[in-house]
């Protein structure tokens, strides 16, 4: 046994630029940045590749779990988060039930989303928390402006733990007002921070807004961090020691679907907002960022709505191995109703899936030491942290809000976010790509379901951001076609197959997806022996579209264009591909449609729908 080999001395040691020049070789002089290096939205490249190298400038490669700059999480050993359950308050006692019902099967804390404008009463808030153990749940309240009648009631629960989320400073860009005056706001948080109520946040940062709207990660960092050194000078100035408001104070986050890079986002968030509270003189204990997680909706979709489900597992997978405190899965109807029972169910389960069966919170910072994701903290922390900096050149969160420089990064990237929805550079699985050809709304969706959410109000100061979600314009498309179908015959796309087999099967596939994002009804066809064959099937049947499929080769020697004259009275005749030479052919003989990969299918479609009569 002594003389065996280890099994690794079998294979020596390759160094990085062997490895370089057998890619160098394998890309037969193609560009090797455009063909391996991803370049981010975020405002960095990431490489194809990473070796232990790599990590040889990570300053906390060495760094441990719950010690300063918290990188590896807020706690010594394993990654315990709370599972937590969002319940809208519309009813003081259907939501208690629904609390309760909750905590029974599983939930470790509540988050309450009570009504904006309601000045809530002792028997209310009594009623909605009767029955809770504040001691062993963490309670949570969002949304209703009338912070210090609330805070006066919950301070006397005992063993009351979890959070407030007085934000003045996201209302700002948001509605582009203050609760009352910019310097009525920041005493009211001064009254706020110095409540005794320890393990009580009153303070929260709402950076999920800014994703909502649009913003890249870095974006999203950048402009929550200066938030947060708002709130810190506004409330220094005012003689709060830092040591008094840091830990009062509780980041809300929302997860996108870029999953290595929302578990880097955590990891940096920890990194500078201890850095941050650091540079103020804080003990190390209360540099520890509070991250109360939930999957961002920009994301999510109305139809194919079951697709919501993955998309949130993945988001809170995220989220749980990136280390947060406490996290909500958002339900996946949430996009077109206040959650059912049953979404809150599996929503809930996802969670305790992922701890009572997968054993996440078993391991403290498991994507520690990945040359991967290292070294996308490393990015996100450089990127995140040169825009806080100029965010602090401008003069600060509110000088960059007035001055709408942070508006306009917003706008201009969710712009560029609807540009690659529409062209498919993005993809939202089910609605652009992919989608459920039988499927159709068999309710009435209330009209927010298809717009931004925009809570400017009259007397706004500012410019303010609107949250949305990407896939709204596809599902407003689709459901015209949806609603114009109860009373005509649903548009059908026929698709004229004939040739090359596998070219025609690729067309195919690609114009039925194509055609289904709008609603249509898709009627595929196996291959025609003759083109005699499908002109007569054609004008039997006389379907509102024809898409011609086949190769480039096929459609020369006038084969499209012999379909093309035969079948222009009858129907709109559209080509699956964009052949050099022949399309020139087809559109000076009249022909206007061709849809291929660069096209943008949003304005495609719209089109045809003007052209059927669907819409005006």
């Known amino acids: ?34 063909k391996l290096v991803w370049k981010t939205a975020e405002g960095f490249s990431v490489r194809p590749y990473y070796r232990s190298e790599n990590l040889d400038s990570v300053a906390w490669i060495n760094a441990l779990p719950d010690e300063f700059p918290y990188i590896r999480g807020n706690k010594e050993k394993g990654n315990n988060w709370l599972v937590c359950q969002d319940i809208t308050v519309t009813d003081y006692a259907t939501a208690n039930k629904k609390a ?70 996201t209302r700002y860009i948001r509605r582009g007002t203050w609760f009352v005056t910019e310097n009525t706001d920041m005493e009211l948080a001064y009254i706020l921070v110095k409540a005794e109520i320890p393990g009580f946040q009153t303070i929260g940062v709402n950076s999920h807004i800014f994703t909502n709207a649009g913003a890249t990660i870095t974006q999203e960092m950048a402009f929550s961090l200066a938030i947060g050194a708002e709130y810190l000078n506004k409330l220094t100035d005012r003689e709060l020691n830092i040591n008094e408001i840091a830990p009062k104070m509780r980041f809300n986050v929302a997860v996108g679907q870029n999953y ?31 991250i109360h997680a939930f999957n961002a909706l920009i994301n999510m979709s109305l139809y194919d709505a079951y697709v919501n489900m993955l998309r949130t597992t993945t988001g809170t997978m995220s989220a749980v191995l990136g280390g947060v405190d406490s996290f909500s899965v958002t339900p996946f109807d949430s996009t077109y109703e206040n959650s059912s029972d049953f979404a809150d169910r599996i929503a809930r389960n996802q969670q305790l899936i992922l701890k009572e069966e997968s054993h996440f919170d078993k391991v403290a910072d498991p994507s520690a030491g990945s040359y991967y994701i290292e070294n996308l903290t490393v990015s996100l922390c450089k990127a995140a942290w040169d825009l806080f900096l100029k965010i602090q050149e401008e003069g600060g969160y509110l ?19 609807f540009n690659n929805v529409a062209t498919r550079k993005e993809i939202i699985l089910g609605t652009n790509q992919y989608p459920n050809f039988t499927e159709s709304m068999k309710f009435v969706p209330e009209q927010w379901v298809f717009e931004a ?5 009259e007397k706004a100061e500012v410019d303010t951001i609107v949250t949305f979600r990407v896939a709204q314009q ?38 039925s997806n194509f055609f289904a994002c709008a609603g249509f009804e898709i009627i595929d066809n196996a291959g025609f022996k003759t083109l005699d064959d499908g002109i007569k099937a054609a004008l039997n049947l006389k379907p509102e579209i024809v898409v011609i499929c086949s190769s480039d080769e096929e459609y020369g020697d006038g084969n499209a264009l012999r379909i093309f004259e035969e079948l222009q009275d009858d129907t709109i005749v559209v080509l699956a591909g964009n052949p050099a030479g022949t399309a020139d052919i087809l559109k000076e003989a009249g022909m206007e449609y061709f849809i291929h990969v660069k ?18």
């Not at 009631?153 to 989320?165: A, D, F, Q, R």
């Not at 959410?453 to 109000?457: A, M, T, V």
């Open 453 to 457: 959410n925009d809570r400017r109000e």
């Open 399 to 417: 000088a960059a809000v007035r001055s709408g420089m942070i508006q306009n990064m917003i706008k201009e990237n969710a712009a560029k976010r």
């Open 260 to 290: 290595f890079m929302e578990m880097a986002k955590m990891r940096a968030y920890r990194l500078l907002w201890a850095n941050i509270v650091k540079a103020y003189g804080a003990d190390d204990e209360n540099c520890k960022m509070r």
């Open 100 to 169: 309760l019902d909750a905590i029974s099967r599983g939930a470790e804390a509540i988050s309450f989303k009570l009504e904006y404008d309601k000045l809530y009463d002792t028997i209310e808030i009594s009623g909605l928390l009767n029955g809770i153990d504040a001691k062993k749940v963490e309670l949570s309240f969002y949304n209703n402006k009338y912070h210090l009648p609330l805070l006066e009631m919950l301070s006397k629960i005992p063993g009351l733990h979890g959070s407030l989320n007085y934000d003045p400073l």
């Open 474 to 511: 596809f599902e407003k498309l689709r459901y015209a076609t949806d609603v114009y179908s109860k009373t005509h015959q649903r548009p059908r796309a026929w698709m004229f197959t004939y040739g090359n087999l596998a070219m025609l099967k690729a067309r195919s596939q690609f114009a």
């Open 599 to 616: 096209s943008n299918v949003l304005e495609t479609l719209q089109s045809f729908q003007k052209k059927l009569g669907i819409t005006k």
């Open 1 to 34: 046994m002594s003389d065996q080999k280890k099994l690794f001395e079998e294979f020596p040691p390759i160094t990085t630029e062997q490895w370089e020049s057998v890619i160098e070789k394998d890309l037969k002089g193609a560009d090797y940045d455009k």
